[in-house]
T-cell receptor, first 114, second 110 residues
Framework: KAGVTQTPRYLIKTRGQQVTLSCSPI?????VSWYQQTPGQGLQFLFE???????NKGNFPGRFSGRQFSNSRSEMNVSTLELGDSALYLC?????????????FGPGTRLLVL | GQNIDQPTEMTATEGAIVQINCTYQ??????LFWYQQHAGEAPTFLSY????GLEEKGRFSSFLSRSKGYSYLLLKELQMKDSASYLC???????????FGTGTRLQVFP
């Protein structure tokens, strides 16, 4: 089975712009979670989607949003970019998103905001 | 609140044994995961503990004590390729999301 894929891998934007990141989960996985990883904060949970519905949400401002399509692919959008949004954005998939399930991570999208 | 603590950095010598500790305080508990992340790469799953005790998987073992809110990852016969960050993550009881620690960066020297 192919792993989790994310596009693009690298992105440079300027403050105030918006960005859309894409994640394709492992075939058959219906849960997709998004994380922001920074050196100081580690991995922080953004949100989780299951069957096209946001099921869980972390403590991020409304500028961060996402959606999931019927084929389980997910997109994440960040509007009005700030310098502090520079980070590695990881998505992870699991079959049903249950507590005990292992999450499989994609390679991430490295976003740099100038 | 929810909190996970692990050391920021550790160093060890090739062939040695290293123990990476993780303590947690969460609202409920549904299991603890360890992930390995090489620089510039995605985290990869190492182990999952939900019951007290030691889980052994080759050179890697993971231990859990729920009453103490404590886990450790034990790496034996260290190899240079074990140089990576090791992330401890807890599945709390009141939500399906994972809470991650900031990770322990392990450097293995020859």
């Amino acid at each position: 089975k192919a792993g989790v894929t994310q596009t693009p891998r690298y992105l440079i934007k300027t403050r105030g712009q918006q960005v859309t990141l894409s994640c394709s989960p492992i075939s058959g996985h219906r849960s997709v979670s998004w994380y922001q990883q920074t050196p100081g904060q580690g991995l922080q949970f953004l949100f989780e989607y299951f069957s096209e519905t946001q099921r869980n949400k972390g403590n991020f401002p409304g500028r961060f949003s996402g959606r999931q399509f019927s084929n389980s692919r997910s997109e994440m959008n960040v509007s009005t970019l700030e310098l502090g949004d520079s980070a590695l954005y990881l998505c992870a998939s699991s079959p049903e998103g249950r507590k005990q399930e292992t999450q499989y991570f994609g390679p991430g999208t490295r976003l740099l905001v100038l | 609140g929810q909190n996970i603590d692990q050391p920021t950095e550790m160093t060890a010598t090739e062939g040695a044994i290293v123990q990476i500790n993780c303590t947690y305080q969460t609202s409920g508990f549904n299991g603890l995961f360890w992930y390995q992340q090489h620089a510039g790469e995605a985290p990869t799953f190492l182990s999952y503990n939900v019951l007290d005790g030691l889980e052994e998987k080759g050179r890697f073992s993971s231990f859990l004590s729920r009453s103490k809110g404590y886990s450790y990852l034990l790496l034996k016969e260290l190899q240079m390729k074990d140089s990576a960050s090791y992330l401890c993550a807890v599945s709390p009881g009141n939500t399906d999301k994972l809470i991650f620690g900031t990770g322990t960066r392990l450097q293995v020297f020859p």
